[in-house]
């Protein structure tokens, strides 16, 4: 069994950084794409930041230059640098990976269980 688990929520300031860690650990073939989403209250849950197996990134508009993804194959770990945090970043933040089980399987998507991000003075 898949699972994904991740750390590093918490309170912040407006200004502050925060530093969010996610790692796959089970059975599996390969991992894909890594991505970490966040959702606040009353709205739909939006892509932050993804990055493929090769180290390719993208991310939501609202976060380039203040947000880093990266991951680390070896340990199956992704991990998202959040600096210049902002009020409007307060969210549940979740981790996602498309990962096949096998080689003949297809790759599905797993989750995170997500974890809390507040921006607040």
């Known amino acids: 069994q898949v699972q994904l688990v991740e750390s590093g929520g918490g309170l912040v300031q407006p200004g502050g950084s925060l530093r969010l860690s996610c790692a796959v650990s089970?059975?599996?073939?390969?991992?894909?794409?890594m991505a970490w989403y966040s959702q606040a209250p009353g709205k739909e849950r939006e892509l932050v930041a993804s990055?493929?197996?090769?180290?390719?990134?993208n991310y939501a508009d609202s976060v380039k230059g203040r947000f880093t993804i990266s991951r680390d194959n070896a340990k199956n770990t992704v991990d998202l640098q959040m600096n210049s945090l902002k009020p409007e970043d307060t969210a549940v933040y979740y981790c996602?990976?498309?990962?096949?089980?096998?080689?003949?399987?297809?790759?599905?998507?797993?989750w995170g269980q997500g974890t809390q991000v507040t921006v607040s003075s």
């Open positions: 996602n990976a498309n990962i096949k089980i096998t080689r003949y399987t297809l790759s599905s998507s797993y």
């Open positions: 990055i493929t197996s090769g180290g390719s990134t």
């Open positions: 089970g059975s599996f073939f390969s991992i894909n794409t």
